[in-house]
């Protein structure tokens, strides 16, 4: 593929600028992609490899205040984290189980005081400083009843994290609710300590997608057996 254009995006986020950044899935050459709001490419980086700077499979992605772009590689097992540029900064990460350890992390997300929360596919999720630094470690998994499998997270102004949870095939991946259903959004404090979770329309889904706006409004796209779509969640 040529510099602008991409075969299967797998994330999308934004700076405070509105320029655009698209990761590309695993089957084509991994890189990132910039474009502006309207769609102009800009800039190419991020090659494929296990060296600094490179990436295998970029997936969660997030800005910091300093407009420094952090990405999770669920292959190399690491957070990648780059300047305005697209300047590889540094990077941080090794396999394991052991808290401050990656196995198979995919969603990523900054909150407003620059921390770094990765979640990971099978659980847990963990707080990191912007240096890596782990801080701590919750939502874990817990098969066959309880979560299983953690897609992405986003935060809301005030700090807490929001899982999003895919509940088909395998274990199911959600906490069971008796005769509702399951749990396809779940909802931590700053601490850790699990609030409350809610499940969609489509019950049975696979992968989704979650972001909360500043008005604590939540968005989430999922990918059902019978529909497909956003839904929007506002909080009482």
Known sequence: ???????????????????????????????????????????????????????????????????????????????????????????????????GQFNASHGLYVDRSDDVIVSGYYGPTQKFNSFGDFVITFAHGDPPDGPSYFHSVSGDKWGNA????????????????????YYSIMKYNNNGDFICGWSYTAKDHTESEVVVDDDGIVYCIFNGVDKAGVETFIQE
Do not use: C
């Open 1 to 99: 593929r040529r510099p602008g254009e991409i075969s299967s995006p797998r994330e999308v986020t934004s700076d405070v600028e509105g320029r655009i950044f698209v990761s590309d899935s695993k089957g084509d050459r991994p890189r990132l992609q910039v474009f502006t709001h309207e769609g102009e490419f800009l800039q190419i980086f991020a090659e494929k490899g296990r060296l600094p700077g490179m990436l295998l499979r970029a997936h969660g992605m997030d800005h910091d205040s300093s407009r420094n772009l952090y990405v999770v590689d669920v292959d190399n097992m690491r957070v990648n984290v780059y300047d305005q540029h697209g300047v590889s900064l540094r990077d941080w990460g090794t396999e394991g189980l052991l808290p």
């Open 162 to 181: 929001y899982l999003s949870v895919r509940n088909q095939e395998g274990y199911d991946g959600a906490i069971q609710r008796g005769d509702e259903g």
